[in-house]
């Protein structure tokens, strides 16, 4: 079992700038290697869509929407997962949720509110 913790959520004016993180461990202690980690997102009333995700050797992609705003980074020794959120918009507003997923495996996080409001 893998236990997604992510951070850094919050209140930002338009224009500015949050990072999130999403670090993966187990009760164990073990460590293993995660394939692919990710960021999804719920705005009210939308459903879950995908914002971006990187694979373990270091292959991206990102939504239309963020391209060029959002830059999705990962720390392998450390099973975390970052998302550097530039150049925000009201409608990035939405529960970002964290996903470490391969092929026998899928694991989401409880997700972290971006709120971008002036």
């Known amino acids: 079992q893998v236990h997604l913790v992510e951070s850094g959520g919050g209140l930002v004016e338009p224009g500015g700038s949050l990072r999130l993180s999403c670090a993966a461990s187990?009760?164990?202690?073990?460590?293993?290697?995660?394939?692919?980690m990710g960021w999804h997102r719920q705005a009210p009333g939308k459903e879950r869509e995908l914002v971006s995700a990187?694979?373990?050797?270091?292959?991206?992609n990102y939504a239309d929407s963020v391209k060029g705003r959002f830059t999705i980074s990962r720390d392998n020794a450390k099973n975390t997962v970052y998302l550097q959120m530039n150049s925000l918009k009201p409608e990035d507003t939405a529960v970002y949720y964290c996903?470490?997923?391969?092929?026998?495996?899928?694991?989401w996080g409880q997700g972290t509110q971006v709120t971008v409001s002036s």
């Open positions: 990187i694979s373990s050797g270091g292959s991206t």
């Open positions: 187990t009760a164990s202690g073990s460590i293993f290697s995660i394939n692919t």
């Open positions: 996903r470490a997923y391969g092929l026998r495996y899928d694991y």
